[in-house]
């Protein structure tokens, strides 16, 4: 159930003839009234001698009462109550108790108060209502309102459980402006799967995914086809920007533009000024990552694959051991990452990934300040993924984005319970919602090279030296490995590790030291991917292996107090 406290209005009649009128697409059925401050008001729903200006007369009674000086200008309170599409229909009966409970806890009318302020709660369709007031008490003072917003969500919970409702998670003021009604209606009427405001969203956070400068951020903007407008102040200082869709024009065939800031809050120009912090020195207490030397500059969407994975999993450890401020700017530049991702995978997978970056988007922030710069290495990752180019879905491109796509799950999982730990509700859930996509997307990306490899690891005799290895290595987890389906599969990794000159044991240890695989559907999966980078393998296992060392190279050793702590 989703209270939501509007505007404050000046006009009791204007309202009243909205709540009972036709709507702005004909979309209001029945209007009537199912509950008000006294049973005799009149209902000019129901009543055919009862109009609007009789009920917005006595409305209006407390405030006319009072001397023209004391008389508020925006007296007109408006709350609607919406129940989710899957909730069972409500009575009228029940929708009358629950317009009660809702102006009781807001403050408008307590229970019991026979002084308090005047309302009606107007049903003009299945699934919400509207309730008005007006905010002068019977007694002539003002009502205490304060937090209304909050508490009209918290006794929204209430009413779920004593209903038997969905339960939602209550809001922290982090979450971007939903869509309105109006909104809403008009991207039906076009036929369109999200509203306008929602596309711009999406597109004004793939263009920030990674931009370096003003530049480059209105440079992608232009090019995903965007009109902007940018607000320069009299000295020439950039203010702000406006989007629009070309498409989405006013009644006067005018584009609808909105502001960063109303897409979202992170969206506005300071805000996205931010992320071009320099990147940060890391301190003597700070995770660092002992993996495999810097690779080669990026050339191509397979190269940018890898230096993203490196990336997400060196902010995985930060989030799960830096403190709070390190940890939020790493789960905000995350978000960065995924829409990257979306926006240059192979069609298969886009749509997966584009509801992944869609989910976690809520999950990118929390009241918890980023410190920035220290997020530097994933928004490098996300700057490199974009102008690397579209991957193709095949070969080294598209074994190296299920790789991406495997460490991605466990650093949105590593968010969701850092969200959960700080009580951020709504973020640990659109966090697993995104895990979700992002493990539906990676059965897709890693059917064609975990089949490869499947087929090589086949041979008994390869997979029993392997076994011996793998029991030698981790042996409390041996046995478990050994049961999964993608044994083969590993198997046939560890062999091409051995044949690239490293040492499988040691390789093993090191893939399982800095993080715990409970979370991992298939832990012999996350081994492969982990080894094939260790080792700097091939992602595409039909692809030729690196020449035998002349020596076995030992994995590099972490460098910090805090990697040999663990």
Not at 243 to 270: C, I, M, Q, T, W
Not at 488 to 511: F, M, Y
Not at 530 to 542: I, N, S, V
Request: aromatic letters at 4%; charged letters at 25%; a neutral charge.
């Amino acid at each position: 159930m989703i209270p939501r406290v509007h505007k404050m209005g000046t006009r009791t009649i204007g309202l009243i003839r909205y709540l009972y009128g036709l709507g702005t697409h004909e979309e209001h059925t029945d209007p009537h009234l199912v509950a008000a401050w006294d049973s005799l008001v009149p209902d000019p729903g129901r009543n055919p001698k009862a109009t609007y200006a009789d009920l917005q007369r006595l409305l209006d009674q407390p405030v006319e009462a009072l001397p023209k000086s004391r008389r508020p200008t925006e007296h007109v309170w408006h709350l609607s109550v919406r129940a989710a599409p899957e909730d069972p229909i409500l009575t009228d009966e029940q929708w009358g108790n629950i317009a009660r409970r809702m102006v009781a806890a807001t403050g408008l009318a307590p229970e019991g108060d026979t002084a308090a302020c005047r309302w009606a709660a107007v049903r003009h369709a299945d699934d919400h209502i509207h309730i008005i007031a007006t905010t002068v008490r019977e007694d002539g003072r003002r009502p205490r309102r304060h937090n209304e917003a909050k508490r009209s969500q918290a006794e929204a919970r209430l009413i779920e459980a004593d209903y038997g409702l969905r339960r939602l998670n209550t809001g922290d003021g982090t979450a971007a402006q939903r869509p309105t009604s109006v909104e809403r209606h008009k991207a039906d009427r076009h036929q369109r799967e999200r509203t306008p405001r929602e596309e711009l969203r999406e597109s004004v956070r793939r263009a920030a995914a990674g931009a370096q400068s003003e530049e480059e951020f209105f440079g992608r903007l232009t090019h995903a086809g965007l009109l902007v407008k940018q607000r320069v102040a009299p000295s020439g200082d950039l203010l702000g920007y406006t989007v629009a869709l070309p498409d989405d024009r006013n009644k006067h065939g005018e584009p609808v533009f909105y502001s960063g800031s109303k897409l979202a809050s992170d969206l506005s120009l300071p805000r996205i000024r931010e992320r071009w912090t320099p990147p940060a020195e890391p301190s003597s207490d700070e995770v660092v990552s002992p993996e495999q030397p810097a690779l080669p500059p990026v050339t191509g969407p397979a190269y940018a694959r890898r230096r993203a994975t490196t990336a997400t999993w060196q902010a995985l450890l930060l989030i799960e051991h830096g403190d709070d401020g390190t940890a939020a700017a790493q789960i905000a530049a995350a978000g960065e990452v995924l829409d990257a991702l979306a926006d240059t995978s192979a069609a298969h997978t886009q749509r997966e990934l584009r509801d992944a970056a869609f989910a976690f988007e809520r999950a990118s922030r929390s009241h918890v300040r980023a410190v920035r710069g220290h997020d530097h290495a994933l928004r490098q990752a996300a700057h490199d993924l974009a102008h690397s180019g579209p991957a193709l879905g095949r070969g080294e491109d598209g074994a190296t984005t299920a790789m991406l796509i495997d460490t991605a799950f466990f650093l949105v999982t590593a968010a969701a319970n850092w969200h959960a730990k700080k009580h951020h509700a709504q973020q640990a859930e659109a966090a697993h919602q995104a895990a979700q996509h992002l493990g539906a997307a990676y059965e897709i990306a890693a059917a064609q090279p975990m089949s490869v490899l499947h087929q090589r690891g086949r041979s008994l005799p390869l997979q029993r030296r392997q076994a011996a290895v793998l029991r030698q290595a981790l042996p409390e987890i041996a046995e478990q490995v050994l049961a999964e389906p993608g044994w083969p599969a590993l198997a046939a990794t560890l062999a091409d590790t051995q044949a690239a000159g490293h040492n499988p044991d040691r390789l093993l240890v090191e893939a399982t030291r800095h993080r715990e695989l409970d979370s991992a559907t298939s832990v012999s999966d996350v081994l492969v991917w982990r080894l094939r980078r260790l080792a700097h393998l091939p992602a595409d296992p039909a692809a030729s292996l690196p020449r035998r060392a002349a020596t076995t190279q030992p994995v590099p050793k972490a460098t910090s107090n805090a990697s040999r702590r663990r």
